[in-house]
């Protein structure tokens, strides 16, 4: 699936617009499974050469000055956007720092502003760090993945924050549904839920 969509990037350069996870890092999916299935198929070299492409890999996105992607969250170094931009590439994910905390930091309820995470990497934040953010950049909405949330979509901070998780039945542990967020000419966001699979509806396809 990632080669199929590197494909759609050449092919439309214009229309597919690709962010790096925290999964798009050597030493990260070289332990879930990345690496052995790159070296099943094909061979170590080709799993080296994707680890060249995600190092230059995006991180962010600014929808219409309006809304900010990522797929981790927030950071505490993070007072101007800027500062993503000049993000220099290629590069690998540190441990710590801005770059990493846009691929790993995660949303509480449990915090107002900083907490610690549970990962052993980067940060949690509160809902007054999402608030305080938006109201200093001037934009309306964080959109950010990484966590498996049961109905595929889930939004925290007063709407002003959503996290999106596309996969349905994670790793088949997750009884998961998964979601595709839409974002309109007019900005108003629609999501569309994949339903799981159950074990029943496996067999009887």
Not at 110 to 116: F, I, K
């Amino acid at each position: 699936s990632i080669a199929l969509l590197f494909a759609f990037k050449v092919k439309y350069p214009e229309n597919f617009f690709i962010l790096r996870g925290n999964h798009e890092c050597q030493s990260v999916n070289r332990l879930y499974g990345f690496f052995d299935e790159c070296k099943r198929r094909y061979n170590i070299k080709l799993w080296k050469t994707f680890g060249d492409v995600f190092n230059f890999m995006p991180v962010c996105a600014l929808v219409d000055d309006r809304i900010l992607c990522m797929h981790g969250g927030l950071s505490p170094e993070l007072t101007a956007l800027d500062q993503i931009r000049q993000l220099p590439r290629p590069v690998d994910v540190p441990d710590s720092g801005l770059l990493c905390d846009l691929l790993w930091a995660d949303p509480s309820s449990d915090v107002t502003a900083w907490g610690d995470n549970d990962r052993g990497v980067s940060f949690t934040f509160g809902s007054e760090i999402v608030r305080s953010f938006l109201k200093k950049h001037d934009l309306d909405l964080i959109v950010r993945a990484h966590q498996v949330v049961e109905d595929g979509y889930e939004f925290f901070a007063g709407r002003q924050l959503v996290t999106v998780f596309s996969a349905p039945n994670y790793c088949r542990e997750f009884d998961n549904a998964g979601a595709v967020m839409s974002i309109g000419d007019d900005l108003l966001c629609s999501f569309k839920v994949l339903k799981p699979i159950t074990a029943k509806r496996m067999v009887m396809g």
